[in-house]
Each structure stands twice: as structure tokens, then as C-alpha cells.
């Protein structure tokens, strides 16, 4: 089967290659991927940015596709387009993961390929609503986005919240989730285009993070915020502490901009901030989250789909961070955006 391979070597780092279809032990399904979508992580890694990197790898946390084999467990799904859950081992705890946890798509091989292999308790049938499309930028970027908004953050309706950087993946599945609960939805991008997009969506409000002092005339216009999501952490954090009322919450869940030089730990207890980090999601954030997808009908935001061919350009267009959505492949080169 053709894949997208990570390998140690500069000059074919990720190259699609011809390798054998991997063989299913008890419990595991073979699923034929329609559709996989690309998440922040395959970039970092694909940098060497990431922990305990492993060669060779196939890279994908998230992809939609059709169970064509499923040995010794539950047989009901076989046939079906579904959806894998991107967690591995996330353990009992509804408070956090357990030492064992991974990631699917590194080390366990991913969905940058014609066929993956998955425990047959990690699938999902795809919601009936989505495309392969859509269902396939679902999984890690939804979950981790309801894990932040609703099981970290606890956004209710009629509350202000800011969601960082809204071109981003997770971002918009928060802006999505929060909107729909009832809350004030502001955002922050980089970029005029995208604003003017989450305007559009039903944004209450909006600022452009490069410019001078976008913070204060976003904390006139709003009142100030009972929910900060934030991906990007970096010194910006100490802005975000003051656009938060008293009593409120920053959810941080990503630190694109690196670590922040100092944080202000005076504004933190002085305004009786709460500060909760939050990672991916456990299974029972994953169910709730499809759940909530199905009842709303809510449709992930598709930024652009990309023969697998071309899944370098893909990347590159991650890179350049020009996405507003998931970027997402298509093995087929059938449904295109
Ligand atoms: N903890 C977890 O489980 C988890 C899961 C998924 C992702 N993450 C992390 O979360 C971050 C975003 O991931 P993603 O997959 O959503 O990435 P993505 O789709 O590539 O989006 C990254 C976004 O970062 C935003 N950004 C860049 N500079 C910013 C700044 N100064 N202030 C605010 N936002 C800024 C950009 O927003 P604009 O384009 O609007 O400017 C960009 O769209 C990454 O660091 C990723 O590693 C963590």
C-alpha cells in the first residue's frame, strides 16, 4: 500500500513510499482510509519539534474511512465508514491521561495511507450528517477543542469568551462549540481575512494580535472575559491575564509561540484567576463531543482538501499557516472541497 512515510534522513524526511499492508492481531480492524486530516502535530514532528520522535513512522492521528476486516471482536462495524478515536491508553482518570498514553499517527502508524490498522474499540460510525471529508477533520482537533471549551473551561451560555488565534483547527471546533452553547464568541487571528470570516460566522468581536495594544480596545468593546482558550501561549499569556474578569479562567492547550519569558503570578491570584491546562481528551470527552457533533448536525470547518499526491503541499500550507480550517487529504482524490 502506498504511505506517507517519516523517515530520520533530511532529504526524504517525508516521502511517499510502497510498504506492506500491516497484519491485524486479535481486536484490531483494517480500515481503508477515504480521508485523513492534518493536525499541528504531524508539522511539529515533521520539524523533529516533538518528544520521543520514531523512525520509521506513518504520520495521521485523523481519518475517516471503511472497515474492511476486524478480527476476534465485535463485528457490527464491518462495512462501515467510521471514525477513530486518537487516543491511545488515555487510562481511567477523567482528571488526566495515563503514563501510557499516546497519540495515534506516532508511534502506532497513522492515516497518511491507503490502510490502517486500529483496536476495534477505538472506532466510531461516522456521523451520518459529515462527508469522509468533514468526519476525518473531526477527531483530535474536535475533542481536544471540547475538552478545552466545555469539560476545562465549563462555557456556559452567556458568557464572554475569547478564543485565540481563530484560524486554527482546534480553535474553530471551540468557537463552534461555544457558539452553540449560548456564549458571547470573541476571536484573535493574525490575519484581517480570517476575522472577517469569524465575523461572518457570528463573532461578537475581534482583534488583530499584531497590532499595537490589540488588547485593550478588545477589553473596551467586550467587558473583559469569564473564558480565555489559547493555544499559542508565549508572553501574549500576560495580556490574556488582564483581558480576564475576576474569577475567570484561562484554558491553555497548545504554546505555539513557545514558553512565556515570565508570567504576571500577581494578576493571577490577585484577580483569583484559575489557569487549567488541558490535553487532547478522554474517551468519555470523545464520545460527548460526537455526541454534541450529531445532535447540533455541526459541520467542521474545511479549509482545503488535497489529493494524497500532493499532501507535501499540504503540509506546506499548514506551515505557512495560511489554513482557516483542517486541511485535509483525500485518498481518492474524489470529494473535493
Ligand atoms: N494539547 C493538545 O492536545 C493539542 C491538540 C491539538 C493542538 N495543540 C496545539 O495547539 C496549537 C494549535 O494547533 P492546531 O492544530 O489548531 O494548529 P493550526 O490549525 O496549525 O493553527 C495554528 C494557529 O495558531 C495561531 N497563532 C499563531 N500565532 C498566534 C498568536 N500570536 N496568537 C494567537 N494565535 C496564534 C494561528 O491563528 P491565526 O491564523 O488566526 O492567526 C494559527 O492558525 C499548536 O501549538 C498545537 O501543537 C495541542
Redesign the pocket.
Known amino acids: 500500500m502506498r504511505a506517507l512515510v517519516l523517515n530520520e534522513a533530511a532529504e526524504h524526511r517525508l516521502r511517499i513510499e510502497n510498504i506492506e499492508l500491516p497484519k491485524l492481531s486479535d481486536g484490531e480492524a483494517l480500515v481503508r482510509i477515504k480521508a485523513a486530516a492534518l ?3 504531524d ?2 514532528i515533521r520539524e523533529g519539534k516533538y518528544a520521543k520522535i520514531k523512525y520509521p513512522s506513518v504520520l495521521g492521528s485523523d481519518g475517516c474511512g471503511v472497515v474492511e476486516e476486524i478480527t476476534g471482536a465485535d463485528q457490527s462495524l464491518w462495512g462501515q465508514e467510521v471514525i477513530m478515536n486518537p487516543n491511545i491508553n488515555w487510562g481511567s482518570s477523567e482528571l488526566a491521561q495515563s503514563a501510557d498514553y499516546e ?1 495515534y499517527g506516532m508511534p502506532a502508524w497513522g492515516t497518511f495511507a491507503e490502510y490502517t490498522v486500529v483496536p476495534a474499540h477505538r472506532l466510531h460510525p461516522r456521523p451520518a450528517h459529515l462527508t469522509a471529508v468533514q468526519a476525518a477533520a473531526l477527531p ?2 474536535g475533542m ?1 477543542a471540547w475538552r478545552a471549551a466545555m469539560a476545562q473551561g465549563e462555557v456556559a451560555p452567556g458568557q464572554n469568551v475569547l478564543i ?8 474553530q471546533f471551540a468557537f463552534e462549540f461555544s457558539q452553540t452553547v449560548g456564549a458571547q464568541v470573541y ?5 484581517a481575512d ?1 476575522l472577517q470570516r469569524a465575523v461572518e460566522m457570528g463573532a461578537a468581536g475581534e482583534a488583530n ?2 497590532m499595537e495594544n490589540w488588547h485593550k480596545q478588545l477589553n473596551m468593546v467586550s467587558g473583559g472575559f469569564d473564558v480565555i482558550i ?3 501561549a ?1 508572553d ?1 499569556m500576560n495580556v490574556l491575564l488582564d483581558l480576564l474578569r475576576p474569577g475567570g479562567r484561562l484554558i491553555s ?5 513557545g514558553r512565556p519569558e515570565f508570567l504576571n503570578v500577581y494578576k493571577i491570584y490577585w484577580k483569583q484567576l484559575r489557569l487549567q491546562g ?4 478522554s474517551d468519555k470527552d470523545f464520545s460527548d463531543m460526537l455526541e454534541f457533533i450529531n445532535e447540533h448536525k455541526m459541520l467542521p470547518i474545511v479549509d482545503s482538501v488535497y489529493p494524497f499526491e500532493a499532501i507535501g503541499d499540504a503540509f506546506a500550507r ?1 506551515q505557512q ?1 495560511e ?2 480550517g ?2 485535509v487529504v483525500s485518498m481518492d482524490g474524489t470529494e473535493q472541497h
Request: proline share 0%; hydrophobic share 35%.
Open positions: 493536525n499541528h502535530r508539522e511539529w497519540v483530535l482537533a481536544t485565540t488565534g481563530i484560524g486554527g483547527g482546534v480553535a476571536v484573535t487571528s493574525g490575519s480570517k494580535y499584531t489559547d493555544g499559542a508565549g501574549q492547550y497548545g504554546a505555539t509561540l488541558t490535553t487532547m481528551g499548514m499557516g489554513q482557516f483542517k486541511i
